[in-house]
């Protein structure tokens, strides 16, 4: 099957100041690619620090990638007129993505405005059948954000995302910011809408047990770098990758049969050190590393269909 998104070896980097360095160089992405498929959920977890909100940026083009390229249905990105109105985004917090002076009706028609030249009424019947769909009744098209709940708020902010009709959403961190039980009726939404509409959805999220909820395909990034990619079921009942493995360890009720939603925030991989040169960028915390791990970037292996960037990829016992 043709992948509906392809990334190709995206990098990004950003100049940093110092008062005593002057400005730097810092990696944020490097070398990143992937495919989506029309109709899938691929998920992206990696802790704070390694990146996936960068890709996010790139993704949506909010930002454009130092290196690299994406298509989307075949086509390159800088060929795509409406590709603003094609792939859409829905962030962290809906409080703070969502305008506080600017009704849900207001929110909704923007897009539309945009993008679509309708009239009063289309527009009218399209914000109507949004909220339907993401579970909210015509009443709320009056009210102003800050009279919505977390949940109802992101609710408007997917509303907002998929009036347009895009074919990718980008979700980041969408449910981080709920309560656990919101959390569930987000992500049943989320497929829900996948299933009824046919978009495929790039999710963004530090919970690996999320991804066993939600998931097709998982790609686990640290510091900017691609560990390990591959079917959600087969990278989290089988990791290949030690960072993977230490992800899974961190998160309580992961492997139970209900599969519980528990947001477990691990240590940030921007406090580590990372190697100078060409290495492995899981050196310093990696148990199995040793002086080969320290002179080469590992490349991306394919062990059917199960990607890993590790020199001593192995199959959790």
Request: glycine share 6%; net charge negative; aromatic share 6%.
């Amino acid at each position: 099957m043709t992948a509906l998104l392809e990334v190709n070896n995206i990098s990004k980097s950003y100049q940093v100041s110092s008062r005593l360095f002057g400005a730097t160089t810092e990696s944020i992405l490097s070398d990143v690619s992937f495919e989506l498929e029309s109709g899938k959920i691929l998920a992206v977890v990696g802790e704070s620090g390694s990146g996936k909100s960068t890709l996010a940026r790139q993704v949506v083009k909010l930002e454009q990638p130092d290196s690299g390229e994406m298509f989307l249905d075949g086509k390159p990105y800088v060929s795509i007129p409406d590709l603003h109105q094609r792939v859409r985004m829905i962030f962290q917090n809906p409080a703070a993505s969502l305008n506080p002076r600017k009704r849900v009706y207001q929110l909704l028609e923007g897009p539309l405005k945009n993008y679509r030249n309708l009239s009063r009424s289309e527009r009218d019947d399209l914000i109507f059948q949004s909220l339907e769909k993401v579970g909210l009744s015509n009443e709320q098209a009056q009210r102003y954000p800050h009279m919505l709940s977390g949940g109802q708020g992101q609710r408007i902010a997917m509303a907002r995302a998929i009036i347009s009709g895009p074919q990718v959403i980008v979700a980041d961190e969408a449910v981080s910011a709920l309560d656990v039980s919101v959390q569930a009726q987000i992500l049943n939404l989320i497929m829900d809408l996948r299933d009824d509409m046919g978009m495929s959805w790039l999710f963004i999220t530090h919970d690996i047990s999320v991804v066993n909820v939600i998931a097709d395909t998982v790609l686990v990034l640290y510091a900017g770098r691609m560990m390990e990619m591959g079917p959600v079921k087969q990278v989290l009942e089988s990791p290949l990758h030690p960072y993977t493995r230490k992800l899974l360890q961190s998160v309580p009720g992961v492997d139970s049969p209900g599969n519980e939603v528990v947001a477990v925030d691990v240590k940030s991989a921007s406090d580590d050190t990372l190697p100078e040169g060409p290495a492995c960028a899981y050196l310093a915390r990696c148990p199995l590393a040793d002086k080969y791990c320290a002179e080469c970037v590992p490349p991306m292996m394919n062990l059917d269909k199960h990607l890993v960037a590790c020199l001593k990829a192995v199959k959790s016992p």
